[in-house]
């Protein structure tokens, strides 16, 4: 789908950096994005559904209310990336602060809540540039870190953030 070119916020040379259609260009989402966003959901949402069903639940009508809700959210980032005029991404994040643990950090924390990145578009820098527009967004709020949570199954994923320095901090467990 293609999209306005919008207030950019950032760009990035991924692959070839003589190229064009490599530059990825980090921006805020806007709800003209939509239809797009809600494509991108379906991917990792349907991977997800099929590797955890116990969690997740399939891709439905009521996440483009929820998508819309959260493109609107000014607490949080949601921006795009966008790759020769297409939306090839998106990454949420918020800063959390904890208030009430008292054992816990009081720092504030960059939590990236979701990283998608379009099937064919991926091994192109796409996500380390929508990683690194998360990072610099939390650190300009005063984040003290960067978190994000992976699924175990996503070992792509999981591989990537590893090369960008994310380092297990925890795990979850269930049975």
């Known amino acids: 789908m293609r999209v306005p070119k919008g207030d950019r916020r950032a760009s990035f040379l991924a692959g070839d950096p003589h190229c064009k259609e490599h530059q990825v260009d980090i921006r805020k989402a806007t709800e003209q994005d939509i239809d797009a966003i809600l494509a991108l959901n379906r991917q990792i949402g349907q991977l997800h559904f099929e590797q955890v069903p116990e969690v997740f639940c399939p ?7 929820f998508l819309l809700g959260a493109i609107a959210d000014e607490a949080r980032l949601f921006c795009v990336a966008v790759v020769a005029g297409e939306v090839a991404g998106f990454l949420t994040a918020r ?3 904890n208030e009430s643990v008292p ?19 991926r091994s192109r820098g796409i996500g380390r540039a929508l990683i690194a527009h998360g990072d610099q967004w939390g650190k300009a ?4 870190q960067l978190r994000l949570e992976v699924m175990a199954f996503n070992e792509r994923a ?3 953030y590893e090369r960008l320095g994310f380092k297990a901090q925890s795990q979850t467990m269930a049975r």
Do not use: N, Y
Request: charged share 30%; proline share 8%; net charge neutral.
């Open 158 to 160: 999981r591989a990537l």
């Open 141 to 144: 709020r005063g984040a003290s």
């Open 95 to 97: 800063i959390d602060l």
């Open 103 to 121: 054992f816990l950090s009081k720092l504030p924390v960059c939590r990236i809540t979701t990283v998608v990145v379009d099937e064919g578009q």
């Open 59 to 65: 891709p439905s009508p009521e996440d483009r209310a």
